[in-house]
Nanobody, 124 residues
Framework: EVHVAESGGGLVQAGGSLTLSCATSGFTFDDYGIGWFRQAPGKEREAVSCISNTEGSTYYAASVRGRFTISSDNAKNTVYLQMNSLKPEDTAVYYC?????????????????WGQGTQVTVSS
């Protein structure tokens, strides 16, 4: 059975940092891609950062590039999203998802397994 679970969300002041974790099980981690998506109230879900564990390639949305870093610990089957210099506009529910595609994909439709989400709130 596949499990994808996010943790690490919370309330932080603007300029602060948070690290989100995505713990996974039930599939061959090295063959999958992991993506972080977010959805703010009234807005569409968007891809924030993705990583292909096969290729090692990464993607960052323009709005987070230079502030967020995605990393993968294959020994722990866990992907992290280090978020620095947080802004109020980063406030959203952050979801982790797993894709069976070995190439880097950033479209939500290519992700089969999703976590429940973790709330990130950045106060001004």
């Amino acid at each position: 059975e596949v499990h994808v679970a996010e943790s690490g969300g919370g309330l932080v002041q603007a300029g602060g940092s948070l690290t989100l974790s995505c713990a996974t099980s039930g599939f061959t981690f090295d063959d999958y891609g992991i993506g972080w998506f977010r959805q703010a109230p009234g807005k569409e879900r968007e891809a924030v950062s993705c990583i292909s564990n096969t290729e090692g390639s990464t993607y960052y949305a323009a709005s987070v590039r230079g502030r967020f870093t995605i990393s993968s610990d294959n020994a722990k089957n866990t992907v992290y999203l280090q978020m620095n210099s947080l802004k109020p506009e980063d406030t959203a529910v952050y979801y982790c998802a797993a894709s069976p595609y070995s190439i880097l994909v950033i479209t939500a439709d290519f992700y089969d397994y999703w976590g429940q989400g973790t709330q990130v709130t950045v106060s001004s």
